[in-house]
T-cell receptor, first 114, second 108 residues
């Protein structure tokens, strides 16, 4: 399966600052990646579809200006949480399919906004 | 998009007991996938079911897809402490929509 590397694994930031999370496909050229958010003891909620070379597609209720997604190459997608607030504290995780049906996930990033 | 409802939300068992989680949809699913997420970890793919009435086994795990392709189940026989985690069903092609997950805890 595809190998997905996500960085950082955890981050603590001050309220009002921005945080960038990277998702790298190490062995597959991914035209599409997916970003999920998971609150404690809850399910994974799809935030957006990251498209290489074009705009991301956001799910209903997800603010595109707050969660900036850039997919500038076939191996890297970034999610920037802008002007983070404590309610943005969550587990953010990316995935790709690597040309197969099943999803391969990054290790996830635990964001804590203080 | 299509939603899948998953029950139960939590299940606590004694080691050695069986465990089952169920996913249900109001509409016909093209496929259903199952994932396991260990505490603090990321989801890991277990299996995909595509055919009506399909049953697949992985050692102590049995996966079923309903005849109408609207429901699915994961059954673990004789649970072990290594089975601890949250089990999610998901449906879709590439873009997955997940059920709420069933968190399994085990008393050794």
């Amino acid at each position: 399966g595809a190998v997905v590397s996500q960085h950082p694994s955890w981050v603590i930031c001050k309220s009002g600052t921005s945080v960038k999370i990277e998702c790298r496909s190490l062995d597959f050229q991914a035209t599409t990646m997916f970003w999920y958010r998971q609150f404690p003891k809850q399910s994974l909620m799809l935030m957006a579809t990251s498209n290489e070379g074009s705009k991301a597609t956001y799910e209903q209720g997800v603010e595109k200006d707050k969660f900036l997604i850039n997919h500038a190459s076939l191996t890297l997608s970034t999610l920037t949480v802008t002007s983070a607030h404590p309610e943005d504290s969550s587990f953010y995780i990316c995935s790709l399919t690597g040309g197969r049906t099943e999803a391969f996930f990054g290790q996830g990033t635990r964001l804590t906004v203080v | 998009g299509q939603q899948v409802m998953q029950i139960p939300q939590y299940q606590h068992v004694q080691e050695g007991e069986d465990f089952t989680t169920y996913c249900n949809s109001s509409t016909t699913l093209s496929n259903i996938q199952w994932y396991k997420q260990r505490p603090g970890g990321h989801p890991v793919f277990l299996i995909q079911l595509v055919k009506s009435g399909e049953v697949k086994k992985q050692k102590r795990l049995t996966f079923q897809f309903g005849e109408a392709k609207k429901n699915s189940s994961l059954h673990i026989t004789a649970t072990q402490t290594t089975d601890v985690g949250t089990y999610f069903c998901g449906q879709g092609a590439q873009k997955l929509v997940f059920g709420q997950g069933t968190r399994l805890t085990i008393n050794p």
